[in-house]
């Protein structure tokens, strides 16, 4: 059964060692925001807004949040700062993924 002194444990059962958390991958996570609206997840499509933290919205989005909060309470001071943006494509750049 153990521990009647028979059994001498060593160092690797006594101490537990601290895993280390996993890393995130910066380009996942860059490529995430850069294509998905920050309110609702959703990949971005024009009109196109942004704070002035650089946060990327859609604006249909925004309105919506902005409606419920209003309703809610009358403070939206954060949604008032927003911009739109006048995006145009780029038509030079290729897609590494596509074939």
């Not at 059994?7 to 280390?20: A, Q």
């Amino acid at each position: 059964m153990g521990g009647d002194g028979g059994s001498i444990p060593t160092r690797d059962e006594l101490v537990k060692v601290k895993k280390e958390p996993e890393k995130k991958n910066r380009d996942q996570d860059m490529v995430g925001k850069w294509q998905h609206c920050a309110l609702s997840g959703q990949p971005l499509a024009k009109p196109i807004m942004s704070c002035r933290l650089g946060r990327l919205y859609n604006k249909r989005s925004c309105y919506k949040i902005t409606y419920s909060i209003k309703a809610l309470s009358h403070t939206s001071k954060n949604f008032q700062i927003l911009v739109e943006l006048n995006l145009t494509d780029n038509l030079t750049y290729k897609n590494e993924n596509s074939c």
